[in-house]
T-cell receptor, first 112, second 114 residues
Framework: DAGVIQSPRHEVTEMGQEVTLRCKPISGHDYLFWYRQTMMRGLELLIYFNNNVPIDDSGMPEDRFSAKMPNASFSTLKIQPSEPRDSAVYFC??????????FGQGTRLTVV | AQKVTQAQTEISVVEKEDVTLDCVYETRDTTYYLFWYKQPPSGELVFLIRRNSFDEQNEISGRYSWNFQKSTSSFNFTITASQVVDSAVYFCALRYSSASKIIFGSGTRLSIRP
């Protein structure tokens, strides 16, 4: 298996633009997590899905953030409109219910 | 509250020294899992070890060892004879059965000086 695949690896966008981050989990994994990493806040869990259903989105910072998982092999995290304070590394991870999570390489987002 | 605390923000040691990274967790669940991850300067998150709440046996893997003590809610990580390649940020994480989400500690930045 190729592991968790995220795209793009880097994204630079202007404030106010829409940003979409993509994730392909490991085949067979039924949990998918989105994390954000910043120096100030560390690794924050934004949202996670089980069997494509959002279970807990309490970590999503505000309504500008939304996440979907239309099928078992694809998820998106969207920010609209983006702001400079959204600049961070966004990680996607997948797992089975009682195992460790495997992480993608991350997307480094810069909003200018 | 479900929480992971890594009180050591940064540690710097000279190569070949032993170093222990502390992790203290809080959970109301009786079934839970603890993990350690390594984040080298390249940025990826690398899984190192998993322990479940029913297995307090310590584990050794080469120069790495882990000490899990439920009595003190701790899951500490020791690197023996440290090497420069061990320089990274190390994260402790908790997954508890009632929610099955994974929460991370704030990480410990480990620097190994040659």
């Amino acid at each position: 298996d190729a592991g968790v695949i995220q795209s793009p690896r880097h994204e630079v966008t202007e404030m106010g633009q829409e940003v979409t981050l993509r994730c392909k989990p490991i085949s067979g994994h039924d949990y998918l997590f989105w994390y954000r990493q910043t120096m100030m806040r560390g690794l924050e869990l934004l949202i996670y899905f089980n069997n494509n259903v959002p279970i807990d989105d309490s970590g999503m910072p505000e309504d500008r953030f939304s996440a979907k998982m239309p099928n078992a092999s694809f998820s998106t995290l969207k920010i609209q409109p983006s702001e400079p304070r959204d600049s961070a590394v966004y990680f996607c991870a997948s797992s089975l219910w009682d195992t460790e999570a495997f992480f993608g390489q991350g997307t480094r987002l810069t909003v200018v | 509250a479900q929480k992971v605390t890594q009180a050591q923000t940064e540690i710097s040691v000279v190569e070949k020294e032993d170093v222990t990274l502390d992790c203290v967790y809080e959970t109301r669940d009786t079934t839970y899992y603890l993990f350690w991850y390594k984040q080298p300067p390249s940025g990826e998150l690398v899984f190192l070890i998993r322990r479940n709440s029913f297995d307090e046996q310590n584990e050794i893997s080469g120069r790495y060892s882990w000490n899990f003590q439920k009595s003190t809610s701790s899951f500490n990580f020791t690197i023996t004879a440290s090497q420069v390649v061990d320089s990274a940020v190390y994260f402790c994480a908790l997954r508890y059965s009632s929610a099955s989400k994974i929460i991370f500690g704030s990480g410990t930045r480990l620097s190994i000086r040659p």
